[in-house]
């Protein structure tokens, strides 16, 4: 639709009028607002101003109970009336009261989307600000998800996380600094947003979600994103989502590829529907283990923000029916559409025939999936101490110039993680998925198993199972009373650089 300009030099756009007209609101309010506080410093009625908090004054975290766990679910207190920004002010201009929807300084900041005429506008911004949204992780995926949900205007925002800062994280999960290596990513994250729109509330979560507490938490908020990295808190998502009737808007993303959907909106289908049960072979993947590059979890955040802002205006299709996948080396996007809602067959969301009604039975399914990588790391069966050496035992063996010829360093490590850096230059690379097809070798390196032969890992983990593994197969192959030695070093490269040379690589 086009008008005429009054002067008749020609048409002018829907749009371009409704910039100008934008522009004059602004224009307007910012001097009637002006005019206010004159008004409001000559009388020292500030009672109706929000405080500023002074720079570099610590952010209100809600902390873990302490009971030899990282969360609780005493310790979380609900958002209150006095946390919701108000998004109707009053301002005077002589002798006429104009009254707003949107400040003049919400409608500067948010002035380019409020322009936009599918279903964002005013109101649309009226409802983002009266929102709240709990985003699970400040990881890699959770930087970018949060950091344009708060420039968006989100009125209120809970950041869950109870990790720290490493400096391996940067690469990827940009709302973190150097300067904050070592800081709770909760509060990392918090601070980071205050500085992009100090005009919403942003508030630090430093628990761990759990069966206890997540559906107190979830039940708070508007919309859920899961940006987890483990398959144990992405089904402790699902389920207190469910449970709870809130639309959550999931993301993943490990090496170069990455996926989006939405579950549990308008009757579409929820997480278990798709993936009834937790595969223990699937959720055995991790970044820290599996590499992943930098802007691919980026890229999913940002579209999961998008799906946010949708889900919260109710405006376009969101991937309640749809997900997304992504590859980045191809450059290419997939959707597929969805199976729909389980409704008699899902274990938490086919009402009466559901197996999982409660956040205990949640947690009786739950037992065997992996959870997060720095509380729940998979724990092999224990070694007799016969077939472990110390990293400072070996270190001292290393130091035997004799010894050093005499024995085998086996490093069953991926050959990227091997890559990146080993023991020491004598060390041969066999992966533990090669192993077994590489038993003559290893015959062959240790001169029929008469060399000792020492396995490790990362972190001792690994290389436990390829002890196992050796040992057994010599014990088949060999003479009973030549019992060789194949030992596994101890918490592997993570365990030397504490414990024996600091200088040494950390990944």
Not at 86 to 115: A, D, F, M, V
Not at 342 to 358: D, H, L, R
Not at 395 to 414: A, T
Request: charged share 20%; aromatic share 4%.
């Amino acid at each position: 639709m086009a008008t005429a300009d009054d002067d008749g030099r020609g048409v002018k756009t829907e749009q371009e009028t409704r910039v100008q007209e934008l522009e004059l609101e602004i224009a307007r309010l910012s001097e009637e607002n002006a005019a206010l506080k004159r008004s409001s410093s000559q009388t020292q009625n500030g009672d109706n101003h929000k405080k500023k908090r002074p720079r570099g004054e610590e952010l209100p975290v809600a902390k873990g109970t302490s009971n030899g766990s990282n969360g609780g679910s005493s310790c979380y207190q609900k958002w209150t009336p006095a946390d919701t920004n108000s998004t109707t002010t009053t301002t005077t201009n002589g002798n006429q009261t104009h009254k707003s929807s949107l400040t003049p300084n919400q409608i500067e900041r948010y002035s380019r989307q409020l322009l936009l005429q599918e279903g964002f506008g005013v109101e649309g911004q009226r409802k983002l600000l009266a929102s709240s949204v709990l985003v699970v992780g400040a990881g890699g995926i959770g930087s970018t998800v949060l950091l344009y949900l708060a420039a968006s205007g989100i009125g209120r925002i809970s950041v869950l996380d109870f990790d720290a800062v490493e400096r391996s994280n940067l690469h990827r999960q940009i709302i973190h600094k150097e300067q904050n290596v070592g800081m709770n990513k909760a509060v990392s994250a918090c601070q980071a947003i205050q500085n992009l729109n100090p005009s919403i509330t942003c508030r630090p979560l430093t628990i761990m979600l759990t069966h206890d507490n997540a559906l107190e938490i979830i039940q708070d908020h508007d919309a859920i994103v899961d940006a987890s990295d483990n398959p144990k808190t992405r089904y402790l998502v699902n389920d207190a989502c469910v449970l709870a009737g809130k639309p959550l808007i999931s993301g993943s993303a490990i090496g170069t590829e990455g996926q989006l959907s939405v579950y549990n909106w308008k009757n579409g289908p929820c997480y278990r529907c798709l993936y009834p049960k937790p595969s223990i072979t699937a959720g055995a993947k991790s970044c820290s283990d599996n590499g992943v590059l930098g802007p691919v979890p980026g890229l999913i955040g940002v579209l999961q923000s998008l799906e946010v802002l949708k889900v919260l205006t109710d405006t376009g299709n969101s991937m309640n029916e749809r997900m997304l996948m992504y590859d980045s080396l191809q450059c290419s996007f997939m959707t597929l559409k969805k199976p729909k809602k389980q409704s008699t067959a899902c274990p938490v969301c086919s009402g009466e025939n559901a197996t999982i009604k409660s956040m205990a039975d949640s947690a009786q399914d739950l037992q065997a999936a992996r959870g997060p990588a720095s509380c729940d790391m998979y724990t092999p069966a224990p070694l007799e101490p016969e077939y472990q050496i110390s990293c400072t035992d070996y270190h001292d063996l290393q130091q035997q110039r004799q010894q050093q010829q005499q024995h085998v360093l086996l490093d069953v490590r991926v050959k990227e993680q091997y890559d990146l850096c080993a023991l020491n230059d004598r060390a041969i690379n066999i992966p533990l998925a090669s192993l077994e097809e590489n038993m003559e070798r290893v015959a062959k390196l240790s001169e029929g198993w008469t060399k000792p032969v020492y396995c490790y890992c990362r972190r001792g983990v690994l290389s436990v199972e390829a002890t196992k593994l050796l040992n057994d197969y010599v014990t088949k192959q060999n003479d009973p009373s030549n019992k060789p030695t194949i030992k596994n070093i101890k918490g592997g490269l993570e365990a030397w650089r504490k414990q024996v040379d600091k200088s040494f690589p950390n990944y």
